[in-house]
């Protein structure tokens, strides 16, 4: 049989060695912990400051864009002056559009090509050139129109310098169509 002592000592052993166990690891492993967190925030740190370096980088070239960008817009206008002069230079076209949409930059467009931009608010009796009508829906008025008016209706205004060169295209069409009609009549 095994003496009460023996028993005692073995247990003020366990939490002894427990104890120191506790001890050590607290204290050892106290600063390993503090060295691998501070690692991590390091690493952190480092990723943070190359992602807002990348953003930044990327702001410039966004930038950059943006003006190369505005620079060939210019540009497309340009030709399309120099193609439409003759042309278009000192014709009149009539406008209308619905209230909501903005004019702008086509507008912008139309007047560097040299043509005159005349806004319909309403009706006009006498129309002598063509009628560009911006907008998913008709005027009312429209209907009143001599037969020989022309028109053409856009739905959506062309932002893109492809879809400006069209629209002029076909204000180009409109007003030859119109002059050969009024050469036959």
Do not use: C
Not at 78 to 93: E, F, I
Not at 151 to 170: D, K, R, S
């Amino acid at each position: 049989m095994i003496h009460f002592r023996y028993h005692l000592l073995s247990l003020i052993a366990v939490f002894f060695a427990l104890g120191v166990g506790i001890l050590l690891g607290g204290t050892a492993g106290q600063n390993w912990f503090a060295l691998g967190e501070k690692e991590v925030l390091t690493r952190m740190e480092e990723k943070y400051d190359r992602a807002l370096k990348s953003n930044n980088e990327l702001k410039q070239q966004m930038r950059q864009l943006l003006k190369e960008m505005e620079q060939s817009n210019q540009d497309v206008i340009h030709l399309m002056a120099m193609r439409y002069a003759n042309d278009l230079q000192g014709k009149r076209v009539y406008l209308w559009h619905q209230p909501d949409l903005q004019l702008g930059r086509i507008a912008q467009v139309m007047e560097s090509v040299g043509i005159e931009l005349v806004k319909v608010e309403g009706g006009i009796a006498q129309i002598d050139g063509p009628l560009l009508l911006f907008g998913q829906a008709k005027p009312d008025w429209l209907s009143q129109l001599p037969s020989h008016s022309r028109w053409l209706q856009v739905e959506q205004v062309p932002i893109t310098p492809a879809g400006q060169w069209e629209l002029l295209e076909n204000v180009q069409k409109l007003l030859a169509e119109m002059r050969i009609e009024h050469e036959k009549s």
